[in-house]
């Protein structure tokens, strides 16, 4: 879990980690720029409260059926 990982909030994540959304409604998945969600919400956002502010761009499906993952970026 993001607790026990450690990884709380934008800045914890950094540009070390790419950070996807799945919308477990339609299963569309949108991969998330670090730095681009940085820019506009600060380093201090939450990822619990990223996930809260996201829709599905594909069905509108708020929030409660939003899933985040991150991942360390391929080379």
């Known amino acids: 879990s993001m607790r026990e990982s450690g990884l709380r ?3 914890d994540l950094g540009q070390s980690h790419c950070i996807v959304a799945i919308c477990e409604r339609c299963e569309h998945t949108r991969r998330l720029h670090t730095g681009k969600l940085i ?3 600060g380093r201090q956002l939450s990822i619990e409260e990223l996930r809260r ?3 599905c761009s594909r069905c509108r499906c708020k929030p409660a059926s939003i899933r985040i993952v ?3 970026p391929s080379r």
Request: glycine residues 0%; proline residues 0%.
């Open 70 to 72: 991150y991942t360390l």
């Open 9 to 11: 909030t934008l800045a």
């Open 53 to 55: 502010r996201l829709a």
């Open 39 to 41: 820019a506009v919400y």
